[in-house]
């Protein structure tokens, strides 16, 4: 296979049921612009069946080539077969950059990829830049204690890899490709010792990441009970109702609702934060927001750097006067 | 069957602080809690011993004073405990952690099933488990939310994720890493707690795992921290002031101007 060269920026795409997900067309998005300053090739890596207009869909989303691997192993998706064909691939061809969606099977199979290489894997970035001097790939995401983000490179050792959460980056404009087919390459190895028993979609009710308006909780809110006032100008507003990881944590709300690193990114036209202190993790998932109005007893919270109307006031005691100051 | 549960001191989330130097998170014990999702990981292995006759061990990587967290798992059920500590150690990224305790693994004679929680609190990574399992040459299910089965031979493990729920056979030896699903981590009784405080603790320093010194801590760990900064902020916030019901009164138009225009 001359056409594919060593040392390309590579984004492997992930198929769920027959479609491409939308994060690996995301990645592709900004893997052009680096690929460019960097002047390496692009691939969109697929592992199992490529849906039907798969390829030309890469194409048009900034892939140089497609590259599909499939074969028996490909049968299930789960972690240690696709892991394998991925680092057969990488192996063979010496990719300089390996990006992965976040997604959950991403972040399940793509660290046994990383170990298998012997190479870093950074998780959950919010940024991705290339350094001048050196080309290197910086990979920037929120740092544990103190409102820190940092900033990290794998210097040593190839690929460097990096995983970015589903929705932090934009879908890119689709351009002209002549991509047409995948450059198909077999993979003959057995099927892997787990299996797959039993697979059912789940259906999700309405994705936060899409929501328009948002009203969301933190800690704050006390009691579970008060999550009705935040229910309620949802409700009035036609939005929908976001929340920290500590309420999610706690169970007060479901996994689908939490906004941040480790939950979804949003983009509203309005952001509605009801006791919410605002950690460095929340405020990743909350950059592309248009307007944020923040509700925090406490003047220092952090919210109020990213808000552009800070009340400072109890959220409980404030959403109960504004649902009335609504009604009139 | 022989489990092996990986566990991890985290620091209390408020009091954490970062090494200038090596921009890694300073890790003193004070404060410092077992990793919520280790206990139920440390649930799930006693479940299955339950079911399939065995032993758990508790593993973990750390300061000294790390060895809490086993003694904290010994009282809640655990046979043993063993911790990899060494100054070599210090700084690891995944990479470099998921090699040291596969080392530990090997030490301890491996096992049939490794137990690890979905992700540290502190990182977030997720990344321990897979890496673990691949260095183990082992396959491994993420996520799993309940064991549907458990059998000298396999698992049949259940996992939900957001688009989808799956059921997974898993022959053994593997590995899972375990979500705050159905089970409920006990807690510590009387006796397990005396126990915890009277076991012995196996201590394995880099030299008795024979490891590869350039494969373990900052020296081996291929992500290096560049630069740590504070977010940027949006500009000054415009201040709603008043008591709550004039605040809410000037929101409820701030609310009007956003949505529908200044009309």
Same mark, same amino acid.
């Given at each position: 296979?001359?056409?594919? $060269?060593?040392?390309?920026?590579?984004?492997? +795409?992930?198929?769920?049921?027959?479609?491409?997900?939308?994060?690996?067309?995301?990645?592709?998005?900004?893997?052009?612009?680096?690929?460019?300053?960097?002047?390496?090739?692009? #691939?969109?890596?697929?592992?199992?069946?490529?849906?039907?207009?798969?390829?030309?869909?890469?194409?048009?989303?900034?892939?140089?080539?497609?590259? +599909? @691997?499939?074969?028996?192993?490909?049968?299930?998706?789960?972690?240690?077969?696709?892991?394998?064909?991925?680092?057969?691939?990488?192996?063979? #061809?010496?990719?300089?950059?390996?990006?992965?969606?976040?997604?959950?099977?991403?972040?399940?199979?793509?660290?046994?990829?990383?170990?298998?290489?012997?190479? /870093?894997?950074?998780?959950?970035?919010?940024?991705?830049?290339?350094?001048?001097? @050196?080309?290197?790939?910086?990979?920037?995401?929120?740092?544990?204690?103190?409102?820190?983000?940092?900033?990290?490179?794998?210097?040593?050792?190839?690929?460097?890899?990096?995983?970015?959460?589903?929705?932090?980056?934009?879908?890119?404009?689709? =351009?002209?490709?002549?991509?047409?087919?995948?450059?198909?390459?077999?993979?003959?190895?057995?099927?892997?010792?787990?299996?797959?028993? $039993?697979?059912?979609?789940? &259906?999700?009710?309405?994705?936060?990441?899409?929501?328009?308006?948002?009203?969301?909780?933190?800690?704050?809110?006390?009691?579970? *009970?008060?999550?009705?006032?935040?229910? =309620?100008?949802?409700? *009035?507003?036609?939005?929908?109702?976001?929340?920290?990881?500590?309420?999610?944590?706690?169970?007060?709300?479901? #996994?689908?609702?939490?906004?941040?690193?480790? %939950?979804?990114?949003?983009?509203?036209?309005?952001?509605?934060?009801?006791?919410?202190?605002?950690?460095?993790?929340?405020?990743?998932?909350?950059?592309?927001?248009? $307007?944020?109005?923040?509700?925090?007893?406490?003047?220092?919270?952090?919210?109020?750097?990213?808000?552009? #109307?800070?009340?400072?006031?109890?959220?409980?005691?404030?959403?109960?006067?504004?649902?009335?100051?609504?009604?009139? | 069957?022989?489990?092996?549960? +990986?566990? *991890?001191?985290?620091?209390?989330?408020?009091?954490?602080?970062?090494?200038?130097?090596?921009?890694?998170?300073?890790?003193?014990?004070?404060?410092?809690?077992?990793?919520?999702?280790?206990?139920?990981?440390?649930?799930?292995?006693?479940?299955?011993?339950?079911?399939?006759?065995?032993?758990? &061990?508790?593993?973990?990587?750390?300061?000294?004073?790390?060895?809490?967290?086993?003694?904290?798992?010994? =009282?809640?059920?655990?046979?043993?405990?063993?911790?990899?500590?060494?100054?070599?150690?210090?700084? @690891?990224?995944?990479?470099?952690?998921?090699?040291?305790?596969?080392? %530990?693994?090997?030490?301890?004679?491996?096992?049939?099933?490794?137990?690890?929680?979905?992700?540290?609190?502190?990182?977030?990574?997720?990344?321990? %488990?897979?890496?673990?399992?691949?260095?183990?040459?082992?396959?491994?299910?993420?996520?799993? +939310?309940?064991?549907?089965?458990?059998?000298?031979?396999?698992?049949?493990?259940?996992?939900?994720?957001?688009?989808?729920?799956?059921?997974?056979?898993?022959?053994?030896?593997?590995?899972?890493?375990?979500?705050?699903?159905?089970?409920?981590?006990?807690?510590?009784?009387?006796? /397990?707690?005396?126990?915890?405080?009277?076991?012995?603790?196996?201590?394995?320093?880099?030299?008795?795992?024979?490891?590869?010194?350039?494969?373990?801590?900052?020296?081996?760990?291929?992500?290096?921290?560049?630069?740590?900064?504070?977010?940027?902020?949006?500009?000054? =916030?415009?201040?709603?002031?008043?008591?709550?019901?004039?605040?809410?009164?000037?929101?409820?138009?701030?609310?009007?101007?956003?949505?529908?225009? $200044?009309?």
């Amino acid at each position: 296979m001359e056409k594919i $060269k060593n040392g390309a920026l590579w984004v492997f +795409c992930e198929v769920q049921g027959d479609a491409l997900l939308p994060v690996g067309l995301q990645l592709l998005g900004r893997a052009k612009t680096l690929a460019a300053e960097s002047n390496r090739p692009l #691939y969109a890596i697929v592992l199992g069946k490529i849906p039907q207009g798969g390829a030309e869909l890469l194409g048009a989303s900034g892939a140089d080539e497609v590259i +599909c @691997s499939d074969g028996p192993a490909m049968k299930d998706k789960l972690e240690q077969p696709y892991a394998d064909c991925l680092i057969a691939l990488a192996k063979q #061809y010496q990719p300089d950059i390996l990006l992965v969606g976040a997604t959950p099977f991403g972040r399940a199979f793509a660290p046994r990829v990383a170990a298998a290489l012997g190479t /870093g894997l950074t998780a959950d970035c919010t940024e991705l830049s290339i350094e001048e001097e @050196s080309g290197l790939l910086l990979q920037t995401r929120p740092a544990f204690g103190g409102n820190m983000m940092a900033t990290i490179k794998t210097a040593t050792q190839r690929p460097q890899m990096a995983t970015v959460r589903p929705g932090v980056l934009p879908l890119p404009e689709p =351009a002209e490709t002549t991509i047409r087919e995948p450059i198909m390459i077999p993979y003959n190895e057995a099927a892997g010792l787990a299996r797959l028993l $039993k697979e059912t979609a789940i &259906t999700k009710g309405a994705d936060i990441s899409q929501s328009k308006i948002i009203v969301a909780a933190g800690r704050g809110i006390g009691q579970k *009970k008060n999550l009705k006032l935040v229910q =309620a100008l949802a409700d *009035k507003l036609g939005g929908q109702v976001g929340a920290s990881r500590p309420l999610v944590d706690m169970g007060f709300c479901p #996994y689908s609702s939490q906004i941040g690193q480790t %939950g979804y990114s949003v983009a509203p036209d309005l952001l509605i934060c009801c006791g919410i202190s605002g950690a460095v993790q929340h405020l990743a998932g909350i950059g592309g927001a248009k $307007k944020v109005i923040a509700i925090n007893t406490d003047p220092k919270a952090p919210i109020f750097a990213v808000a552009d #109307y800070q009340i400072v006031g109890d959220c409980v005691t404030v959403l109960e006067h504004l649902l009335q100051e609504l009604d009139k | 069957m022989k489990i092996i549960v +990986c566990m *991890k001191q985290v620091p209390a989330a408020a009091t954490a602080s970062i090494d200038p130097l090596t921009k890694t998170i300073v890790r003193t014990g004070r404060n410092a809690v077992t990793n919520p999702f280790d206990l139920h990981a440390l649930q799930a292995a006693l479940d299955i011993r339950k079911q399939a006759e065995g032993t758990v &061990t508790a593993i973990t990587m750390g300061i000294p004073a790390a060895e809490k967290v086993l003694r904290d798992a010994i =009282a809640r059920g655990a046979n043993d405990g063993a911790i990899l500590s060494d100054r070599a150690f210090a700084g @690891s990224d995944t990479l470099a952690t998921s090699y040291a305790l596969s080392l %530990g693994v090997e030490k301890l004679g491996g096992a049939d099933l490794i137990v690890c929680g979905k992700m540290a609190v502190d990182g977030d990574t997720a990344q321990i %488990g897979p890496e673990l399992a691949q260095h183990l040459g082992i396959p491994h299910v993420s996520d799993v +939310c309940e064991i549907l089965e458990a059998a000298e031979d396999h698992l049949v493990v259940r996992r939900e994720w957001d688009d989808a729920e799956q059921e997974v056979y898993l022959p053994l030896p593997a590995l899972i890493t375990v979500a705050k699903g159905k089970n409920l981590p006990q807690l510590p009784t009387i006796g /397990g707690m005396l126990r915890g405080r009277a076991a012995e603790i196996a201590v394995y320093t880099a030299e008795a795992l024979q490891a590869d010194v350039a494969r373990c801590g900052l020296k081996g760990s291929p992500t290096q921290v560049v630069r740590t900064f504070t977010p940027p902020v949006r500009g000054q =916030a415009q201040a709603v002031e008043g008591n709550e019901q004039q605040q809410a009164e000037k929101l409820a138009m701030i609310i009007q101007e956003v949505l529908y225009g $200044k009309d």
